[in-house]
Structures are given as C-alpha cells and as structure tokens.
C-alpha cells in the first residue's frame, strides 16, 4: 500500500476513535421491538413485517445469478468489481433470512442476524464506489477491511450495548455515496440510478420511523415498517437495473459536471432566443386630383 492510502486509513481511524471519545454511548432501546403491525396470519406472528422481506430474497438470488451467469451478464471491467457485487447480493439474499427470522420473535438477540447483512451490503458498496470512482485495486483492498468493521460493529453493540459504531457504518455510506455519485466521474453510464436507491433508502427510513403512525393512517392494514422493507428492497432493485443497463463512458464526466453543462446550455438558449424589432417609414401618400 501506497503512504497516502496508509495515511487515509490512519486519518478515518482517528476521527473514528474521537468520535467515540466525545460522543455519549447510544444504548438498543427495548421499544425499537414494539412494532405496530403484530398480527398472526397463517400461523405466522407479525406476519407482514416477516412476508414483507420477501422480495430481498429475489432481487438478491437475481444479482447473483446475474454476476456470473449468462457468462458475465453484468460486463464488469475492473478488478474487485465481481467480488464487490457478490458480497453485496449476499448481504441482500442474507437480509431476507435474517430479518425474517428477527420479526418472527423481536428481541436483541435476533436484531444481531437482522442487521448483520445489513452491514455487509453496506460495506460492500462502499468498497464498490471505491473501485469505481477512486481506485479499483485500493477499493479491493478495501473490501476485507470493511466487511471486518461492519462485523466488529454489530459485535461492539452486541456486547457493550453501544450502537455508536454500528450507526457510523450504517449511515456514513448514506451520505458519502450520494456525494460520490454526485461530484466524482463515474467510469460508467446509468450513474442517476445511483440517487434513486438513495432516494429509496431514505423514504424506507422515514417509514420505519413512522411505523405506528402509517399503521394508524392506514387504518391498521399496513404498517410503515412493512412498507420499509418494500422501499428498502427497491434500493437493490435499481442497483441491478443499473448494472444490466451501464456501459463504460468513453469521457467519465460527473453528474454535477453534467448538471452544470446543462444548466448553462439551457440559460445560453434562453437569452439567444430570436427578438423582432419592427421598424416604420413614412411613405408619401400622393393626393388625388
């Protein structure tokens, strides 16, 4: 590893371990497990919140298939990108299981195998943006290292109950990989998909906080937190159209690059619109006799 890789890692490491230092412990609060749909359906308790999970389990096992079949449907052209992508798809295919298996009966205990594939997929698309729009062999060296600190994460809540850690691998990725898809120039077209699995995660999040309010607004049919998971699983949804979709620019230009071309080009248009100036003469009117 290069002096400024070692020095990157140094740098988040410290600002990592200043956090911890002035920031207050942040306990699990046993409420996060009073879910407001707790209905029995089939003999299945908190049965939508479970059922609900479902579709991770099949956009996952697709972005599996699709990494390595039908002979790299997924074209992908640098390396650690095959490895990145997988870890990912196995983070969601795991979120189905592990998240089912928590809602079947709510506890701490559970919550570990709900958000330990959770960490995985985030983590893995961090290493991913790495490959993509920083370095592709830092990136895949990245991706150990990563998957390593979302699992020292969840067993950091697990045993000091403590989610400060946890939170940062969580939410970190929400903001810097919208920045990132923003501001740096992608080595592939489709980027915008980018922003809407963003844009999903955040409303499953907003939902997830309005769980028992949507539920009452529903008129007990849905609850928010089911909806959540709907949302959430629309974030790999977009993530494999994007994938089936791209192709390697020929010239890696930003969205906000794009963005401004285009503001500009459509201002330029605005003011080079065509403006008519009508002109008068007098003509002599000869009078008849």
Same mark, same amino acid.
């Given at each position: 590893?290069?002096?400024?890789?070692?020095?990157?890692?140094?740098?988040?490491?410290?600002?990592?371990?200043?956090?911890?230092?002035?920031?207050?412990?942040? $306990?699990?609060?046993?409420?996060?497990?009073?879910?407001?749909?707790?209905?029995?359906?089939?003999?299945? *308790?908190?049965?939508?919140?479970?059922?609900?999970?479902?579709?991770?389990?099949?956009?996952?096992?697709? @972005?599996?298939? /699709?990494?390595?079949?039908?002979?790299? %449907?997924?074209?992908?052209?640098?390396?650690? !990108?095959?490895?990145?992508?997988? +870890?990912?798809?196995?983070?969601?295919?795991?979120?189905?299981? @592990?998240?089912?298996?928590?809602? &079947?009966?709510?506890?701490?205990?559970?919550?570990?195998?709900?958000?330990?594939?959770?960490?995985?997929?985030?983590?893995?698309?961090?290493?991913?943006?790495?490959?993509?729009?920083?370095?592709?062999?830092? @990136?895949?060296?990245?991706?150990?290292? /990563?998957?390593?600190?979302?699992?020292?994460?969840?067993?950091?809540?697990?045993?000091?109950?403590? &989610?400060? $850690?946890?939170?940062?691998?969580?939410?970190?990725?929400?903001?810097?990989? *919208?920045?990132?898809?923003?501001?740096?120039? $992608?080595?592939?077209?489709?980027?915008?998909?980018? &922003?809407?699995?963003?844009?999903?995660?955040?409303?499953?999040?907003?939902?997830?906080?309005?769980?028992? *309010?949507?539920?009452?607004? #529903?008129?007990?049919?849905?609850?928010?937190?089911?909806?959540?998971?709907?949302?959430?699983?629309?974030? *790999?949804?977009? /993530?494999? /159209?994007?994938?089936?979709?791209?192709?390697?620019?020929? !010239?890696?230009?930003?969205? %906000?690059?794009?963005?401004?071309?285009?503001?500009? #080009?459509?201002?330029?248009?605005?003011?080079?619109?065509?403006?008519?100036? +009508?002109?008068?003469?007098?003509?002599?009117? !000869? !009078?008849?006799?």
């Amino acid at each position: 590893m290069k002096k400024r890789t070692m020095y990157g890692w140094g740098s988040a490491i410290v600002i990592f371990l200043v956090l911890m230092i002035v920031t207050p412990t942040i $306990p699990q609060s046993q409420a996060y497990h009073d879910f407001a749909d707790q209905r029995t359906f089939f003999g299945i *308790p908190n049965a939508l919140n479970v059922i609900s999970n479902f579709p991770f389990l099949i956009i996952g096992l697709i @972005g599996l298939v /699709l990494c390595f079949y039908p002979d790299d %449907y997924f074209r992908f052209s640098l390396r650690g !990108e095959k490895l990145g992508w997988t +870890c990912f798809f196995v983070g969601i295919v795991a979120v189905a299981f @592990g998240s089912s298996y928590y809602h &079947l009966h709510p506890d701490d205990a559970r919550l570990v195998w709900d958000r330990l594939p959770m960490t995985i997929a985030f983590t893995s698309i961090m290493a991913i943006f790495v490959i993509e729009r920083i370095d592709e062999h830092k @990136g895949t060296y990245s991706i150990v290292p /990563l998957l390593l600190a979302g699992l020292v994460s969840i067993l950091y809540w697990r045993f000091f109950d403590d &989610l400060r $850690p946890y939170a940062v691998v969580q939410f970190v990725p929400c903001i810097v990989i *919208p920045l990132m898809a923003i501001l740096l120039p $992608p080595m592939y077209t489709h980027s915008t998909y980018w &922003l809407w699995a963003a844009g999903f995660y955040l409303l499953a999040k907003v939902e997830e906080a309005a769980d028992k *309010p949507i539920y009452s607004w #529903t008129h007990q049919i849905l609850s928010g937190h089911s909806i959540k998971h709907v949302c959430a699983a629309m974030v *790999p949804v977009f /993530l494999t /159209l994007m994938l089936a979709k791209r192709t390697v620019q020929t !010239e890696r230009i930003s969205l %906000y690059t794009t963005w401004k071309i285009s503001w500009r #080009t459509r201002e330029k248009g605005s003011d080079d619109e065509e403006s008519f100036e +009508c002109t008068y003469s007098n003509v002599a009117v !000869e !009078e008849s006799r």
